[in-house]
């Protein structure tokens, strides 16, 4: 089947129904999947076939706890309002050279997130509200997508160096919308230096 394009959203999808009535290794070339607003508990690109090929998923508004995605072109991917306790990168294996947009917000993360290890080329990141309390800066890229929602979380306070580039001398920051309102920051916990490398910025919301 020749297949590009499937919408199920709004559908009353359970995992049973998935697993029954749809065998996805037969769409060879489906690129975009809207499966928000059903009844999915987890979801799994590799256990149901799905083609490493696709460019879109949106598995928003569903009551997932537990993911594992794998795939190499995936440009759009909504996560928002599910129940996602825990992401990492051995759970979201995706291209981030090609993908452009990823929102997780209202979903329960909580806790230390790592995530400057895989955003870098992100356009656009949404995380608000979650649970997180810390971002933690692994390796030495910055935290930089054009767009980036932490609203709404216990975020205490934020590296000094989250935004800044030590691997790319001459990087200039592209980041130009920046959410970090209804947090827990107090007065001196954002240290000034830390907006500095931001010489974009349009929007900033503390």
């Known amino acids: 089947i020749r297949l590009r394009k499937l919408k199920l959203n709004n559908a009353n999808v359970s995992n049973s129904i998935l697993d029954e009535y749809f065998s996805f ?22 256990l149901l076939g799905i083609n490493k090929n696709l ?6 508004n569903n ?6 995605i794998n795939l190499d072109f995936l440009i759009f991917f909504d996560m928002s309002s599910n129940s996602l306790e825990k992401v990492n990168r051995s ?17 329960n ?3 230390v997130m790592d995530v400057t290890d895989y955003v870098f080329e992100i356009y656009f990141l949404d995380l608000s509200y979650n649970r997180l309390s810390s ?9 930089d997508p054009v767009y980036l929602d932490l609203s709404n979380n216990q975020l205490e306070s934020l590296p000094d160096d989250i935004f800044q580039n030590e691997i790319l001398e001459l990087y200039q920051s592209k980041m130009r919308h920046l959410d970090l309102s ?3 920051f107090r007065n001196n916990n954002l240290s000034t230096s830390l907006f500095s490398p931001l010489v974009n910025l349009e929007y900033l919301n503390l």
């Open 109 to 111: 993360i909580a806790g």
């Open 182 to 184: 209804v947090n827990n």
């Open 63 to 68: 009551f997932i706890r537990a993911i594992q």
């Open 55 to 60: 460019e879109y998923l949106n598995l928003a």
């Open 135 to 143: 971002i933690r800066k692994q390796y030495k890229y910055a935290l």
């Open 25 to 46: 290794a037969h769409f060879s070339d489906l690129s975009y999947l809207d499966l928000s607003s059903n009844r999915l508990t987890h979801f799994s690109t590799e």
């Open 91 to 107: 759970s979201i294996r995706i291209n981030y050279d090609k993908t452009t947009s990823i929102s997780l917000k209202r979903n």
